[in-house]
């Protein structure tokens, strides 16, 4: 090889580790934003979770009413069709 290929290949391995550098220095701070994102959400979900518990609650409710509803129908339908 002559010396302009030389060079030529120096200044492309000079061209390649900048940009592994710069990948670097994104990975780090790619990595510094997640970190504060699980934190942030770690704390949110703490605070969900007597919200969650309450829609459970909520929830159990509403499908008991639904039931109960459902069962007076069925009675209520049941007297109207035996008058």
Request: net charge positive; no cysteine.
């Amino acid at each position: 090889m002559n010396e302009k290929q030389l060079d030529r290949i120096e200044s492309k391995l000079i061209g390649i580790e900048e940009h592994l550098s710069r990948v670097d220095v994104t990975l780090a701070e790619q990595h510094m934003s997640l970190r504060t994102h699980m934190r942030r959400t770690a704390a949110l979900e703490k605070e969900l979770a007597p919200i969650s518990k309450y829609m459970n609650r909520l929830q159990g409710a509403v499908a008991l009413f639904g039931v109960m509803a459902t069962i007076i129908a069925i009675i209520e339908g049941l007297r109207t069709f035996h008058k």
